[in-house]
């Protein structure tokens, strides 16, 4: 059996949906498959403003209304049958989210991920019913019943055991004779609460079924014709990797490439189960495949890493940094999962370079105010040049004078610069 993956880009409008058809009807005669979907276009961002809107104690009509047209536009150009259910499901599913809002919850995140899902729910319910209509036989799965997490709203922990096992027990079964259409991105507590993987997560979901079905591929469709040497919106000249190592992805990933989710090869790499990346704009196209690799590219690969911080830890009264509670600084970012993206310490100051969430580094201020002096510096972009040259360092152009971090080893050369 294999996975498919289709992202935002690739379902954002009634064509999208129809090329995504071709692609699943081209394949779906000879084999077994589970389709995993996003929501349509930027529907995820929209979906935050809503919940933005509500904790602002802001009415969410407008987006809401937004939401309702932006779906019901493209099942009108999708459905022959104007009075199809589809559009009754769309309805309600507006509705249901309207009233979920003002149910009560222990959190924002918590409220956060009941909200959110409403983007994938309408995805997957179009692009169900619609593949019914064009005769390939599709089965609507609920992701939430199947991939378990614990209850940390935003970025749920899966529970692999349950996963597997409510996996296997039924969706082997039903890719026998249907297409399974599923979400991305959304999972479900044992108290049937609504969690998310963080954002772009639904490749990792493709790899959370990939793994669980012991799958023979799972392929993700992107708007590039694979991994390229470095993104292509934002440098002119980039080169496809048709073949990658799963550690090599894996460094990408951990960088900061944007095209696959950090937490997608883990679980693909365990089995061995190779990764396809192609081109839904040139399906036919051979793309990059990740697997179990031994050479490991030696051209130069530029990663940018947006909406980055650097917290700067700095002695108080002339006390050496190390003096000063190291250990308890690292066990506070574990604990406030907070990524340290890189790191750099020297006499008189610890500086980490993070993701800009400023609640969590709002959190840190206030934990360490006492003992050390914490500078904090926004807007930053963190740019990672693996195998570089000194071509690869001057075409960049960066002026040195500017650079907040900077870290040399034998093969990556990164700096973190404001953006
Ligand atoms: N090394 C890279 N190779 C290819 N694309 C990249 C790379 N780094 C970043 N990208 C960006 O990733 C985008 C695709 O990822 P994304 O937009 O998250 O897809 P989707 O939403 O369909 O899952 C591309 O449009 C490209 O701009
Ligand atoms: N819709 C979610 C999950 C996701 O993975 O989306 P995409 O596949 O379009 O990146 C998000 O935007 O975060």
Redesign the pocket.
Known sequence: MQVF??????VKDADAVRNVKNIIKDFSEQKELVVVV?AMGKTTNLMEKIVVDFLKGNDPKKHLEQLKTYHTAIAKDLFENEKASIFTQIEKLVYDLEIRLSLRVSSEDELYDQVVCYGELLSTHIISAYLNQEKIDTHFLDSRIYIQTDDNFREGNVDWNWTSRLINSDVKDLIQNNVVVTQGFIGGTINNKTTTLGR?G??FTAAIFGYCLDAEKVC???????????????VEE?SL?KKLPYKYAAE?TYY??????PKTIRPLALKNIPLY?NS?INPADEGTVIGDFEDYPSKS?I??KTNQAIIRFCEKDFLNVSKGDLGLVFSELSRLNIKINLMKNSALSLSICTNNDLSKIEKIKKLFDDKFKIEVIEDLELITIKNHTEDTVKELGIDLSKVHMRQISLDTYQLVIKS
């Open positions: 993956k289709f992202g935002g880009a690739s996003s772009e639904s490749d993700i469709w992107k708007d590039v014709p694979g991994i390229m040497s470095s993104d292509p919106r934002r980039v990797f990408l900061g490439a944007s095209v696959i989710h990346v839904f690969s990663i940018f």
